[in-house]
């Protein structure tokens, strides 16, 4: 089978280099782009699985190259940003990205990254196949149509709210949700107060479905950004 496609948009050789040298080394296939305008173009002429995207671009913003490609497809995007301000992360989410690296970053923690994406990826299609109503996930299972959640086999006793909440995060496995993204799922806006809920019910909702709450294994928090359930074997 054919490793995945990957473009990789980054304005700065030596980062740009760095990149394409993992990528060959880990055999996956490349195409490069070095502003924005070619990365839209590179995306839809070659439709990558995975685009790379460096957030500072000498030509446009980075996240109009996100709501650019989000318009036509679904095609993994993770950004990288030199950037540390939790803003950039928070919009480049909310504008569609999947995931993000902060510079500087290790090249294991690139791979690290186009796996966790591409796991994502291959969960959507094997869902999109099965068409089923629900969803598995280590000892967890979801179902969406009965409004039922079990843990190795134990129903768990949801309150409307953890279920709606646990819904959102599995149907988006793999992706991190940001705050403002996660409020307006559930609550239709998003307000400080609804912030506030937001960390009590994800809390009272890990009571009940992490075996250890204190080092959670179904979701993870990424401080000052958001929640993202992940993929347990
Ligand atoms: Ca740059």
Not at 5 to 23: H, Q, S
Not at 106 to 118: D, G, P, Y
Not at 210 to 226: A, K, L, M, N, R
Request: proline residues 4%.
């Amino acid at each position: 089978m054919n490793k995945p496609l990957i473009l990789a948009m980054e304005d700065d050789a030596p980062i740009r280099n760095l990149i394409v040298t993992t990528l060959k080394t880990n055999d996956y296939r490349y195409r490069t782009a070095t502003n924005g305008g070619q990365a839209i173009l590179e995306a839809s002429t070659h439709s990558p699985d995975t685009v790379l995207l460096d957030l500072g671009l000498p030509d446009m913003d980075g996240i109009e190259v996100i709501r650019n490609i989000r318009s036509w497809s679904n095609m993994l995007i993770i950004v990288i940003s030199a950037r540390n301000e939790d803003q950039d992360k928070i919009e480049a989410l909310d504008a569609g990205a999947d995931d993000y690296l902060t510079k500087p970053f290790s090249v294991e923690e690139l791979l690290a990254r186009i796996r966790t994406t591409q796991r994502r990826l291959s969960f959507m299609s094997s869902e999109m196949l099965t068409a089923g109503s629900v969803f598995e996930n280590g000892k967890l299972r979801v179902d969406y149509a009965s409004g039922c959640a079990t843990l190795d086999g134990q129903e768990l006793h949801l309150t409307p709210i953890e279920f709606k909440l646990l819904c959102l995060l599995s149907k988006n496995v793999g992706k991190v949700l940001t705050h403002t993204f996660i409020t307006q799922n559930i609550w239709g806006q998003s307000w400080d107060s609804n912030m506030a809920s937001l960390r009590v019910f994800m809390a009272t909702l890990r009571k009940k479905l992490e075996p250890t709450p204190d080092s959670p294994q179904y979701i993870q928090t990424h401080i000052g950004v958001g929640y993202r359930m992940v993929r347990v074997e």
